[in-house]
């Protein structure tokens, strides 16, 4: 089956600054990632994801990355606030069903 | 946003006992799922239902029983559940389609505490 790798675990930076998370799968086939973002007590809720036919996608301060030849995509946040601290998980599915698998998630802390 | 909406929030359950967890989704959506969030662990997906069939069982044991009367609600009876199964339960929903590739929605979610 599928497997996602998520690195860092913890990531921490100051205010202002870019912090970027880095994903990797193991099936070919999947064709579809979405970032999620879960603060503490709430529920996870998409922020932004892409599809294989693409290699990148942007939403104002959020941007993500994709290699399908290497099998890694990767979150890019600019401009960081304190209100962006949260942890970030990173999936991937294939195929009807539309199952997704998860990777270990990023704790991002921005300092003020 | 209360597009899934999940209940109890919190729930604490002797081993013995038999309890449900509701989910419901006001989408339009015709795919739910439940995923278990344990500490220091991926989201792990447990059970999908498409268009109100199971489609997915990941090994999941038989102490957890999901129901999907139709495409709107989506229950997990749990029974003799085991103190390692204490953690999050989330409830998601999308449109379902061969290709894969639609946005999942999560409920906040019950956090189930085993005695």
């Known amino acids: 089956g599928e497997n996602v790798e998520q690195h860092p675990s913890t990531l921490s930076v100051q205010e202002g600054d870019s912090a970027v998370i880095k994903c990797t799968y193991s099936?070919?086939?999947?064709?579809?990632f979405p970032w999620y973002k879960q603060e503490l007590g709430k529920r996870p809720q998409l922020i932004i994801d892409i599809r294989s036919n693409v290699g990148e996608k942007k939403d104002q301060r959020i941007a993500v990355t994709l290699n399908k030849t290497a099998k890694h995509f990767s979150l890019h946040i600019t401009e960081t606030q304190p209100e962006d601290s949260a942890v970030y998980f990173c999936a991937a599915s294939k195929g009807a069903g539309n199952m997704l698998t998860f990777g270990g998630g990023t704790r991002l802390m921005v300092k003020p | 946003e209360t597009g899934v909406t999940q209940t109890p929030r919190h729930l604490v359950m002797g081993m013995t006992n038999k309890k449900s967890l509701k989910c419901e989704q006001h989408l339009g959506h015709n795919a739910m799922y439940w995923y278990k969030q344990s500490a220091k662990k991926p989201l792990e997906l447990m059970f999908v239902y498409s268009l109100e069939e199971r489609v997915e069982n990941n090994s999941v044991p038989s102490r957890f029983s999901p129901e999907c009367p139709n495409s709107s609600h989506l229950f997990l009876h749990l029974h003799t559940l085991q103190p390692e199964d204490s953690a999050l339960y989330l409830c998601?929903?999308?449109?379902?389609?061969?290709?894969?590739?639609?946005?999942?929605?999560f409920g906040d979610g019950t956090r189930l505490s085993i005695l």
């Open positions: 099936d070919s086939a999947s064709n579809y």
């Open positions: 998601a929903s999308s449109q379902d389609a061969q290709g894969g590739d639609q946005p999942q929605h």
